[in-house]
């Protein structure tokens, strides 16, 4: 008992913590006034960002997507601190026949979405330049490259503690009555389940316990 009782405590803590850094973010980042506090928030479970540039941007319509997170050109022949990302949001989405401006989906689905985001590019950091360079060939080429990275970056959100976010946003997707089938699918190929989710959040959990 008293170890769950400290693991709360740690997520209070780590609560506490968020609130007071995304106050805070570096000057690094570019964000639309309208989605500041959204993008800060999920910046705050990601302190390892904090000092590499990422730049979020409204497109017209993204080909597939709502949100796209890609270095840019220069930064595959970057060393990691050098390098510099985009984050591409839709200027709105369908559901059903109605089109919404994605600026005004509630806060913590929007904030979810950008975690997601923001874990492709803990992935890229990951990665050297030849093996970034490698990733982006196989991004175009492979689709099960695809549902490789896009369950990694699932991974990476939910490693720093974005879980409750993550899954708002899948529910608002794959149980919203009036979003198609078509885009439904794709989220159920292409990310982890709700279900892979919280096995991941298990098993990282009771790592913390033992520690």
């Given at each position: 008992?008293?170890?769950?009782?400290?693991l709360?405590v740690?997520?209070l803590i780590?609560?506490?913590?968020?609130?007071?850094?995304?106050?805070?973010?570096?000057?690094?980042?570019?964000?639309?006034?309208?989605?500041?506090?959204q993008?800060?928030?999920?910046?705050?479970?990601?302190?390892?960002?904090?000092?590499?540039?990422?730049?979020?941007?409204?497109?017209?319509?993204i080909?597939?997507?709502?949100?796209?997170?890609?270095?840019?050109?220069?930064?595959?022949?970057?060393?990691?601190?050098?390098?510099?990302?985009?984050?591409?949001?839709?200027?709105?989405?369908k559901?059903s026949?109605?089109?919404?401006r994605?600026?005004?989906?509630?806060?913590?689905?929007?904030t979810?979405?950008?975690g997601h985001?923001?874990?492709h590019i803990?992935?890229?950091?990951?990665?050297?330049?030849?093996?970034?360079?490698?990733?982006?060939?196989?991004y175009?080429?492979s689709?099960?490259?695809?549902i490789?990275?896009?369950?990694?970056?699932?991974?990476?959100?939910?490693?720093?503690g974005?879980?409750?976010y993550?899954?708002?946003t899948?529910d608002?997707?794959?149980?919203?009555?009036?979003?198609?089938e078509?885009?439904?699918?794709?989220?159920?190929?292409y990310?982890?389940s709700?279900?892979?989710?919280?096995?991941?959040?298990?098993?990282?959990?009771?790592?913390?316990?033992?520690?």
């Amino acid at each position: 008992m008293k170890k769950y009782l400290n693991l709360g405590v740690m997520k209070l803590i780590l609560h506490v913590l968020i609130l007071t850094i995304s106050s805070f973010m570096s000057a690094q980042h570019i964000i639309p006034d309208s989605i500041t506090k959204q993008v800060n928030t999920a910046l705050a479970y990601y302190p390892q960002l904090e000092t590499i540039h990422i730049e979020f941007r409204f497109k017209k319509t993204i080909k597939k997507s709502t949100m796209q997170a890609r270095p840019r050109f220069g930064s595959f022949f970057r060393s990691k601190k050098n390098r510099k990302y985009v984050i591409l949001i839709s200027e709105t989405f369908k559901i059903s026949d109605t089109t919404f401006r994605t600026r005004d989906i509630p806060f913590d689905i929007f904030t979810g979405w950008i975690g997601h985001e923001l874990g492709h590019i803990m992935d890229y950091q990951d990665r050297n330049k030849l093996n970034l360079i490698w990733f982006g060939i196989k991004y175009l080429l492979s689709d099960n490259h695809i549902i490789e990275a896009e369950r990694a970056a699932d991974g990476f959100a939910v490693s720093h503690g974005m879980e409750d976010y993550i899954l708002k946003t899948k529910d608002f997707i794959l149980n919203h009555a009036d979003i198609t089938e078509t885009y439904k699918n794709r989220i159920k190929k292409y990310y982890l389940s709700p279900e892979e989710i919280m096995e991941l959040v298990q098993t990282r959990d009771s790592l913390l316990i033992k520690d």
